[in-house]
């Protein structure tokens, strides 16, 4: 049995009031809190942008994860079913973790580990949010998190999907937002939240903040 507290179970229905979806998105938002964001917002849908640049910025320059998870491009849906799927969707939460001190992001050399850590952090809420949702009887509710899961949930050299063998975390493992195309940074700047690059050579002092951002769509 999970140790997490016992979720709900209502009727599924096929239409549901505007000012009950309100009041569900601000429960969501909540619960984001409680479960360990820094900042939740619910958003329009149609503010998340697939651009094809963030999908392309996976392989150019290469990234570490690269074809070595299934929730990592190559591998991941098409930025055409993405597009579709997710303009089917009316509302958002955008969540974020501020990440303190700033150097457990930015000096990845000597700090992965703890970014792992984070980035675990913030597919434990999405996979939480999305579960809570579905609950909710939001039964297409569908999240994206921060980061690589072979980092942040297995720790894994290579995929055990990839390999054949089953998931050891079905319910929380997922692809990244920009694994999908979504273009993080212009939708947090969207929003009103202050973000800033953070790159291998970065001087963290020049970092006033770093954040692990995940989404979470409804209805």
Not at 18 to 39: T, V, W, Y
Not at 94 to 106: C, R, Y
């Amino acid at each position: 049995m999970s140790n997490e507290p016992a979720g709900p179970s209502r009727v599924i229905q096929t239409q549901i009031s505007p000012e009950q979806i309100q009041k569900d998105l601000d429960s969501f938002k909540q619960r984001a809190g409680q479960l360990g964001a820094s900042m939740a917002q619910v958003i329009p849908a149609d503010w998340v942008q697939i651009d094809e640049r963030v999908r392309l910025k996976c392989s150019i320059p290469l990234c570490p994860n690269y074809g070595k998870c299934h929730f990592c491009p190559p591998h991941t849906p098409s930025l055409e079913l993405t597009r579709k799927a997710l303009s089917r969707y009316g509302h958002a939460i955008v969540f974020a973790l501020e990440i303190t001190p700033v150097e457990h992001f930015s000096v990845r050399a000597t700090q992965r580990h703890i970014a792992a850590e984070w980035s675990r952090k913030c597919f434990e809420i999405v996979g939480n949010l999305e579960t809570f949702a579905f609950g909710s009887g939001y039964y297409l509710a569908m999240g994206f998190a921060q980061g690589s899961c072979r980092r942040a949930l297995c720790g894994q050299d290579q995929c055990l999907v990839l390999e054949g063998r089953n998931c050891p975390f079905p319910l929380k493992a997922r692809p990244s937002m920009e694994a999908v195309g979504i273009d993080v940074y212009g939708l947090v700047t969207r929003i009103g939240w202050n973000i800033y690059p953070i790159y291998r050579s970065v001087n963290p002092a020049e970092v006033p903040r770093a954040l692990s951002v995940g989404i979470l769509f409804i209805h």
